[in-house]
């Protein structure tokens, strides 16, 4: 063994989780090392070219709000952006972009270079050390020892990866990366749990071979819309994406071959997500569905390379060209990359307290696919928080646990450790119970104040920050203040901007209350500071529906005095008489940190949670 | 800990008193008191002093009075929940009883639930660390199993209608949901006129429902007593006798067949069905072997069955049948004209009954309070009266659900958007599956990965 250095925090995995922990870490003065397979391939995307959509979006302003990267290198270095779901109300609507993936990667890497007390290493860890159930350090293959008081897990897919391409099967990351081997069992030894998951992605063509003439354009939208709160520039869209659709000789082709499906012949073991089946399980799925979408979407702008998204599979090669060569406009296509399916270990999320370190041994985190979760901003999300508590950790300070009411990441994470999850864990906005109040508008007035107490806002961020919350606060109170009382000059006054007469004395705060009428609106005819958009946006969204946002406040609020009741850690649920088997068991293993937490456990029935909170009260206090 | 919400409940046992008393407990308890009763002074009972008592009427939301009734206040901390509480001693029997706690729902109150009066006041330091066990022990008290008169009625009955209004307003947030989780995938549109359709109709299955429930099946239909026995053993007596001592609370229930009598009573708080079967004797007469035949259906029906029989004449061929009929079944024996000389053998009696016998005297007006005791001990008075506002209860959630769904409908009329539809049936969603037992969350999304093709 050969001591190779000390740092307050190890990351393990420099992918989207990894990277925002890292900085996070160092960014609060931690020295930290971040350690990958491939320096290459810093902040790779193996899957989809994409970033943001529904929920995932709103992640994405989240990790920004608290001082994350993911947002500010996405504004940067996406090539398309579209705003989803305008239609269907304010609170689901959400920023998708295509990414360049190399572009993103330059960017990411750049950041994490110049980035004080941060380290970047090429290194294969295999094993990690712990002494009386606390994490010390990390060994790697190259029998290299690096001390650390806090290590981060962030692990991936690699994590006894085994690549299945039809009856090709090898060990191995995503991508043609390598496979972390060792480092499963070191974690077993140290008596963690782990999962066998699945995930899969479809095959990059080449685009000088794809008849783009047989397929529906599908343009960015211009919108002066952003991932991130700091970015001033507006989003230039520069690429286009194409839509086909798969047809009865694609399925006929995939069906003759199923037998040949590593997902049906049972070659795979673990377990994938429904959001993201491979073509071959949607035709044996949907039988009827006699057409399947598909989208051709660039890997980047300065590459021919195509990502066919909607086909993930893992059908052997021979098959694989043979169904893309039946849809319109993939006739002559050449593969350039097979789409693969990848099998991997990941831990059992239930074993993590809500700031995710481990129950068991103090020090050691986990964030991001090795969570069991899947996708980027899923990850990254993971990654920030991660990153925050380790440092937290390591300086003995408050941890940030969010709650499931303040972002869609407090809902990721507390899903993630109280129910866990068996299939790869994605986002939806249908997780969320209050997500009129997780709205992407407002991610900032949500995190960034935890941001600047945690010290991760940056000086610019912070001062953005307190213009818009002046803003919102002086034209609030304006809008209250003024009252008007009908007249005939003030309603010709309303007239003159399109809104209708008033019958009764009222603030104009009032009158955003109306549909149609904005805050420009009336700052034409009342006299109304001058404010951003997006201040004026808070303001509108907030008044005209204040009382659906209102309900969800209280519900919250209700919600959130039962997180107040903390459980203490050594609580022993096997002498409470009164609790029924199946909740003395699943409060056992899950073990969670407040009352609050206790009620989403699955199996626990509000008799329960009565007997519990009876027996925390009778229990002397410490 | 204060808890924020004021609870309601009935407080006192079934079948003790004329009075029955309905206490709440909570912030707001005041409050909701002095929306639903009128003092005779006409003063409202926010300034009312503490720990007085008032007389006036409990109104219904139309100001119609629904009984006369004192109520008594004790305000925060001087109270057995430390809460402020508000106890409102009625007079008008079990039906006022029942309006009267509905009353209180619609004010703002909300059923309490099992043992959560002692809860409360031992939350908020009232009770000692030694009573901690007692109240654990309340509150997860098996439910009993005794007769039919389950916690939730409503579920044995209707839980199938209930899952099939969930199930259809799940479809609909589903196909909603994937739609917004999903938007660039290939999950067909709404159509808003359909799903507003549907959920209209869903609004009316609802409505349906709660019409039917408005009395509980066990307050609607009462206690099964089937009352057998020989002509002349005294059943007419003893049905006389419990029908006109005792409060009769429904008279529009019709006897339903010529040989069988139904009347509908308030035995003391708890309501009996008292099903007595003339044709029980021996015969070769086929019409009569119908109505025998049609007795015994009853006396298998039954909750409990009365068996009666003359100690004041000897045994005969028609009262081994009648202990044939009744031969394990749940059965009280009574033994009329106790006030007359013994002719009959009451040890061959016992004997095919595991249950007590009473004799009983009209009379003399002996041996009703232990057919009192019989049955409050067998139906396990917590039962009923968990039944009574575990009905409310169901009522409640049922005409919450009813307004959420109001609510989409409303959202879809201004064009609110998709997501404000949907949040207003997920609340309905919630409601219906407390009633079910079912879990929303995972509901939802299983639904939308089994009925739409979604994935990258």
């Known amino acids: 063994m050969f001591l190779e250095d000390r740092y307050d925090v190890i990351v393990i995995g420099a992918g989207h989780a990894g990277i925002e922990a890292a900085l996070a870490t160092a960014r609060l003065g931690c020295k930290t090392l971040l350690a990958t397979l491939s320096l290459e391939n810093l902040a790779m995307m193996p899957c989809n070219p994409s970033i943001g959509g529904p929920a995932k979006g709103n992640l994405v302003r989240e990790v920004d709000a608290l001082g994350g990267e993911m947002g500010v290198a996405a504004d940067k270095t996406c090539i398309q952006f579209r705003t989803l779901n305008t239609g269907k109300g304010f609170a689901v609507q959400a920023l998708r972009a295509q990414a360049d993936k190399r572009m993103y990667q330059f960017f990411m890497k750049s950041v994490c270079e110049n980035t004080c007390n941060l380290d970047l290493k090429q290194l294969l860890i295999e ?10 350090g990390v060994t790697t293959e190259t029998n290299e020892t690096f001390l650390a008081n806090a290590v981060i897990l962030a692990s991936g897919t690699y994590l006894g990866g085994r690549i299945i391409i039809g009856e090709s099967i090898f060990n191995g990351g995503p991508n043609g990366q390598r496979a972390a081997n060792k480092l499963s069992d070191s974690l077993k030894n140290c008596g963690i749990r782990l999962m066998r998951f699945k995930t899969g992605t479809p095959a990059r063509v080449d685009g000088r071979t794809i008849d783009f003439s047989k397929m529906e354009i599908q343009c960015g939208v211009d919108e002066n819309q952003n991932f991130s709160f700091i970015t001033e520039t507006p989003v230039i869209n520069k690429a286009v994406c194409y839509l086909t659709y798969t047809n009865k000789r694609t399925h006929d082709i995939l069906k003759k071959n199923l037998h040949r499906a590593p997902m049906a012949n049972g070659v795979i073991e673990g377990v994938g997500p429904r959001y993201c089946p491979s073509i071959e399980s949607k035709i044996i799925r949907f039988p009827d569905k006699d057409r399947h979408q598909l989208f051709l979407e660039p890997e980047g ?21 043979e169904f893309l060569r039946t849809i319109p406009g993939l006739e002559n296509v050449k593969i350039m990359r097979h789409g693969y399916a990848i099998e991997y270990d990941c831990i059992d999320p239930l074993q993590l307290k809500q700031t995710l370190e481990f129950k068991n041994i103090a020090g050691l985190f986990s ?43 407090g809902v990721l994470i507390d899903d993630l450790v109280t129910k866990g999850t068996d299939e790869p864990y994605r986002m939806l906005t249908s997780r969320a119970e209050y997500r009129l109040l997780l709205r992407h508008d407002n991610a900032d007035i949500r995190l960034t104040p935890h941001a600047i107490r945690i010290g991760l806002a940056s000086p610019e961020r912070v001062e953005k920050f307190k213009t818009k919350i002046t803003e919102i606060e002086v034209a609030s109170n304006k809008l209250n203040e003024t009252r008007i009382t009908p007249c005939k000059e003030i309603n010709e006054k309303l007239k003159s901007v399109d809104i209708g007469e008033i019958h009764t004395t009222m603030p104009i705060a009032d009158l955003i209350k109306r549909p149609g009428v904005t805050y420009e609106k009336l700052r034409k005819i009342f006299d109304l500071p001058n404010i951003s958009r997006n201040s004026a946006k808070q303001i509108e969204i907030s008044l005209f529906y204040s009382g659906y946002i209102q309900k969800q406040s209280e519900l919250a609020d209700k919600m ?29 293993k899950i073990r969670p940190c407040s009352i609050g937490q206790a009620t989403r456990i699955s199996g626990v029935s509000p008799a329960d949670i009565s007997v519990l909170i009876v027996w925390l009260k009778s229990i002397p206090k410490k | 800990m204060k808890q924020g919400d004021t609870i309601s409940a009935v407080a006192t046992a079934f079948g003790t008193a004329g009075i029955g008393i309905i206490r709440m407990s909570g912030e707001n308890s005041i409050a909701i008191a002095d929306k639903v009763f009128t003092a005779m002074n006409n003063k409202s009972l926010m300034t009312a002093p503490d720990r007085s008592v008032i007389f ?28 402020n509480v508000v106890e409102i001693q009625c007079h008008g029997g079990v039906e006022a009883l029942r309006a009267v706690l509905r009353r209180t729902f619609e004010a703002g109150a909300r059923p309490a639930e099992r043992g959560e009066f002692t809860k409360r006041a031992f939350l908020n330091g009232r009770l000692d660390l030694s009573q901690a066990q007692a109240v654990l022990d309340i509150i997860q008290a098996k439910t009993p199993t005794a007769l039919k008169a389950a916690e939730n009625q409503l579920l044995g009955k209707t839980s199938s209608q209930i899952k099939k209004i969930r199930r259809e307003i799940l479809k609909i947030v589903a196909h909603i949901e994937a739609l917004i989780d999903f938007p660039e995938d290939d999950v067909e549109d709404i159509v808003i006129n359909e799903i507003d359709k549907k959920i209209e109709l869903q609004i009316e299955e609802a409505q349906e429902i709660l019409n039917n429930q408005h009395r509980g099946k066990l307050l609607r239909e009462g206690l099964k007593v089937a009352i057998i026995g020989k002509p002349n053993v005294g059943k007419s007596s003893l049905l006389n006798y419990l029908t006109q001592s005792e409060r009769a609370i429904v008279t529009d229930i019709p006897g339903t067949t010529r040989d069988v009598i139904e009347e509908f009573i308030d035995f003391r708080g708890i309501p009996l069905k008292l099903i007595d079967m003339a044709g029980i004797r021996d015969t070769d007469n086929p019409i009569e072997k119908i109505g025998i035949n049609r007795a015994v259906s009853y006396i298998e029906d039954a909750d409990i069955i009365f068996a009666l029989f003359d100690i004041s004449r000897s045994f005969s061929d028609e009262d081994s049948r009648i202990l044939d009929l009744i031969r394990n079944r749940q059965v009280l024996i009574l033994l009329t004209k106790s006030d007359l000389p013994a002719k009959i053998n009451t040890m061959r009696i016992k004997e095919y009954s595991k249950e ?36 409310e209860r169901e009522s409640i959630i049922l005409s919450d659900s009813i307004k959420h769904m109001k609510e989409a409908r409303d959202a879809i009329e201004h064009d609110l958007g998709l997501d404000f539809v949907s949040i207003d049936l997920r609340s309905a969603l919630e409601l219906f599956s407390k009633l079910t037992g079912e879990s929303v969350d995972e509901d939802v999304i299983d639904e939308i990965f089994s009925k739409f093709c979604i994935g990258k």
Do not use: C
């Open chain 2, 56 to 83: 006036g009427h409990v109104k219904d939301a139309n100001g119609e009075i629904i009984d006369e009734a004192i109520v008594l206040i004790m305000r925060s901390p001087k109270s057995y929940t430390m809460e």
């Open chain 1, 560 to 588: 959130l005095n039962l997180e107040k009741i903390s459980i203490p850690d050594d609580i022993n649920y096997n002498l409470i008489q009164n609790l029924r088997f199946e909740a003395k068991e699943k409060l056992s």
């Open chain 1, 301 to 321: 702008l300065g590459t021919q390379e195509f990502y066919v998204q909607g086909m993930s599979t893992s059908m052997p090669a021979d098959v694989q060209i």
């Open chain 2, 356 to 391: 007590e016998v009473i004799p009983i005297s009209i009379k003399t007006d002996s041996g009703i309070d232990s057919i009192f005791k019989f049955i409050s001990k067998k139906i396990e008075k917590d039962s009923l009266e968990m039944s009574f506002v575990g009905n």
């Open chain 1, 367 to 409: 964030a991001g696919q090795s969570n069991g979760s899947s996708g980027y901003e899923e990850a990254a999300a993971q990654g920030i928080i991660a990153g925050i508590n380790a440092a937290a950790f390591v300086k003995n300070t408050e941890p940030l646990i969010l709650k499931r009411s303040e972002g869609y990441i």
């Open chain 1, 127 to 136: 094993d990690i050390i712990t002494e009386n159930d606390k994490i010390i």
